[in-house]
């Protein structure tokens, strides 16, 4: 056997167990993932309350070093089983993976840094994954497309919402002035933004009859700016066919790691790469 076919087939070996969701081994790496992330959170968790951290510093530091340590050594194994680690390196997992990893390490140059670490709670998303809940990875990944498809017109409606926002504000502070709280134009504009997205923080408000009816527009207003850019979306949602035939396995492309795949694909959906070798 050629040495490039072993390396071929070490490399196939621990694709199959780190982005691979339907053998035993990948099943089981996947399963010691989530749980070594979630007990990195909780650690990083406890380690923030003064009691426990005075009591248990030096264990909770050792157990960050360890957890980094094995995720440094996992993201490069990620890299290294993959034709093109490029589509990895720059994919939401890649970076999700790489935020999770590094903030150890800045605590050599930041002390607090490692309070980064939170990221990898990111990282129970490969839940996913495991659990093979490929029906709701597929409909994230309409309303992804959906949202994309929407961007223009949404960006179009945050825009006219911030024009109107403007021109609210102005006419508040011309109505109640800084007698009432209204202090100046921006602070008004942000008192009319806070109504019109119904948060209402309390800490300005109206005094006078014109500024309370024009407070309740604003009011009336906000039930529609929080309705349009649902409908937007939902539109565009709707538009994708859903009758997805069910028969994608979790199976991933060994060339760009893309995770979905039919259990009858021969090339990847993504890149082409060859999937099934020539008997």
């Known amino acids: 056997m050629s040495t490039k076919k072993k390396n071929r087939d070490w490399r196939s070996a621990i694709h199959e167990v780190i982005y691979g969701t339907h053998t035993p081994a990948g099943k089981l790496f996947d399963i010691i993932l989530l749980i070594v992330i979630l007990y990195s959170v909780i650690i990083v968790m406890f380690e923030s309350i003064p009691k426990y951290d005075n009591q248990y510093h030096n264990f909770f530091n050792i157990s960050e070093w360890v957890v980094t340590i094995l995720f440094s050594i996992e993201y490069i194994l990620r890299l290294i089983c993959i034709k093109k680690p490029r589509k990895y390196i720059f994919s939401f997992f890649g970076i999700i993976d790489l935020l999770s990893t590094i903030p150890k ?24 994954r495991i659990l093979k809940l490929v029906r709701f990875v597929g409909e994230s990944n309409n309303l992804i497309r ?18 109107v926002s403007v021109l609210l504000g102005t ?35 109206p005094q006078t009859p014109l500024g309370q009816f024009i407070a309740t527009l604003i ?51 993504k890149c082409g790469f060859k999937l099934i070798e020539d008997q």
């Open 105 to 128: 390490y800045l605590t050599f140059f930041f002390l607090q840094s490692h309070y980064l670490t939170a990221f990898r709670a990111l990282r129970l998303l490969r839940v996913f």
């Open 146 to 163: 959906a949202l994309r498809a929407s961007r223009t017109k949404i960006f179009v409606f945050v825009f006219f919402v911030l024009v």
């Open 171 to 205: 006419i508040m502070y011309l109505v109640e002035g800084p007698t009432h709280g209204f202090n100046s134009i921006p602070h008004s504009i942000y008192w009319t933004i806070v109504t019109l997205t119904t948060v209402g923080y309390g800490d300005i408000s």
């Open 219 to 269: 009011m009336i207003i906000g039930y529609g700016v929080i309705a349009v850019p649902t409908g937007i979306v939902s539109a565009e949602y709707s538009s994708y066919p859903k009758d997805r035939k069910e028969s994608d396995k979790g199976r991933s492309c060994p060339n760009c790691g893309v995770e979905i795949q039919r259990s009858d694909a021969i090339y990847c959906r």
